[in-house]
C-alpha cells in the first residue's frame, strides 16, 4: 500500500508522537540493557517499577498534582469507568449528577441505570443535536459527584471552563483531552481516560483519583472493581497492561521534555485549532457543526455542501496521505481528529488539500 507514514487524522486509536514510536521501536528487543522485550519483562522486575513510577511521575509533575491524587492504570478502556464510578461512590440513597453531552456521557448515564443507582441528568445538549456545552447548570444539593465529558469526541465539542458545582467533586471523562491543557484540580474528585486518544494503545485507562474520594468509595464490590485495589497496590494487583503503561511513560516525558510541558502543549493545540478552525470559517463551502464558543480544541467535525462531496473529500484525502477524516458513523460528515500529537505540519497538509478541494469541486 504505502511505505510512508499518513497525515493522521484518527479520532481513535489515533496517532502518536513519532519520536515516541521510534523509541519503541529501537528499544523493542532489548528494553533497558535487560536482553529482553518490554513486552517479556516480568511487572515485578525492577525494569517495570521503573517505568510506572515514571509515567507516575511524570503525570503528577505535568498536572502538577498534590499528595492527596493516586494515578492508576486500569484495564477495559474508558466505557468500564461507566460502571466502576456509580458501583464505587453510589449506595443506598446516594444520587449523582450527570451532564450529559453526547454519545460518551449518554453511555456513562445508562450504567447507571443498568445498576439502578439514583441520578439525575442536570443539563443535556440533546435538544440540538449535541452540538453545544450547556451554560448555568444547576446541580443538586446533595449529589455525591457530577460526572461529565469534558471533551466530545464525536460531536467536537469541549467544555473550555469547568462548571462551579458548590464544592461537589467533578468526575471526568477526559479520554479526548487529557494532558491537552493545565487543570485546576480542586475541582476533580476523579479523572479518567482511554489511552488511545492522548496517551497510548487503546485498552488501558489512566485514572487519577483523590484520596477522599476512596475514603467515600465502597467496599463491597469484586476486586477488580474496586479503585482501592489499584491504588494499594500501584496498580499492579494482577498484571497491569505493561506496553500500554510503557508507551503512555514515553508519550508523557514527550510533552515534558520535547513539548515542553503541558502550557506549551494547549499553546501548540490553540495555535493547530485556530488555523483550521480558520479555514472554515472562511470558506462558505465548509462549515463546521459545533456551536462557537463550544468547539473543541481536538476533534473539529465539519460539513461539506452534500454527502456526496463529502465522500469525496474523504476518499480524494485518503489518495494524498491524509488519513481518518471520515466523522464518526452515527453523525456522518467530516472530522480531523489533532490531539496533541498531531503536527502543525500535518494541519497545513490538511489546509492545504482543503483549499485545493473547494477550488476543483465548488
Ligand atoms: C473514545 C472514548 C471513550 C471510549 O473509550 P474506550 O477505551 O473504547 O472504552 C469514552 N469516552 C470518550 C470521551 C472517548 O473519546
Keep these: 500500500m504505502t511505505d510512508k507514514r499518513i497525515f493522521n487524522f484518527n479520532a481513535g486509536p489515533a496517532a502518536l508522537p513519532l519520536q515516541v514510536l521510534e523509541e519503541i521501536q529501537s528499544s523493542f528487543l532489548n528494553f533497558n540493557q535487560s536482553g529482553m522485550s518490554i513486552t517479556e519483562v516480568s511487572h515485578r522486575s525492577s525494569y517495570f517499577d521503573d517505568v510506572i513510577n515514571d509515567a507516575v511521575d511524570r503525570a503528577k509533575r505535568l498536572l502538577k498534582l498534590d499528595d492527596r491524587f493516586h494515578i492508576l492504570f486500569l484495564q477495559g478502556g474508558a466505557s468500564l469507568q461507566f460502571p466502576m464510578i456509580p458501583m464505587n461512590f453510589l449506595s443506598g440513597d446516594d444520587t449523582a449528577d450527570y451532564i450529559n453531552t453526547g454519545t460518551w456521557s449518554t453511555k456513562a448515564i445508562k450504567e447507571a441505570e443498568i445498576l439502578k443507582k439514583n441520578y439525575t441528568v442536570v443539563a443535556s445538549s440533546e435538544d440540538k443535536d449535541f452540538s453545544y456545552i450547556p451554560k448555568d447548570i444547576q446541580f443538586s444539593k446533595n449529589a455525591r459527584y457530577v460526572h461529565m465529558t469534558s471533551n466530545n469526541t464525536i460531536k467536537g ?5 469547568f462548571p462551579d458545582t458548590n464544592g461537589v467533586p467533578i468526575l471526568c471523562d477526559m479520554s479526548s483531552d487529557i494532558f491537552s491543557r493545565p487543570l485546576d484540580m480542586g475541582k ?13 494503545p487503546s485498552g488501558t485507562c489512566m485514572v487519577i483519583i483523590r484520596q477522599d474520594m476512596l475514603d467515600m468509595a465502597n467496599e463491597d464490590l469484586p476486586s477488580m472493581l474496586k479503585y482501592s485495589t489499584y491504588a494499594s497496590k500501584n ?8 506496553f500500554g503503561v510503557y508507551t503512555i511513560d514515553l508519550v508523557l516525558k514527550w510533552i515534558e521534555e520535547v513539548m515542553g510541558g503541558i502550557e506549551k502543549m494547549e499553546e501548540y493545540n490553540i495555535k493547530k485549532a485556530d488555523l483550521l478552525y480558520d479555514c472554515i470559517d472562511s470558506s462558505s463551502f465548509y462549515r463546521t457543526t459545533a456551536e462557537k464558543y463550544s468547539r473543541s480544541l481536538m476533534n473539529v467535525t465539519f460539513r461539506l455542501p452534500t454527502e456526496d462531496l463529502e465522500k469525496k473529500f474523504v476518499a480524494d484525502a485518503t489518495e494524498k496521505g491524509l488519513g481518518g477524516l471520515k466523522g464518526h458513523r452515527s453523525v456522518g460528515g467530516c472530522r480531523a481528529s489533532i490531539y496533541n500529537a498531531a503536527t502543525m505540519e500535518s494541519i497545513n497538509a490538511l489546509i492545504q488539500f482543503m483549499e485545493s478541494f473547494e477550488k476543483e469541486n465548488k
Design 157 to 161: 465539542t469541549q467544555f473550555h471552563e
Design 235 to 242: 496498580s499492579m494487583y494482577n498484571t497491569p497492561p505493561c
Design 188 to 200: 476533580f474528585g476523579l479523572i479518567y481516560a482511554g489511552a488511545q486518544k492522548n496517551l497510548g
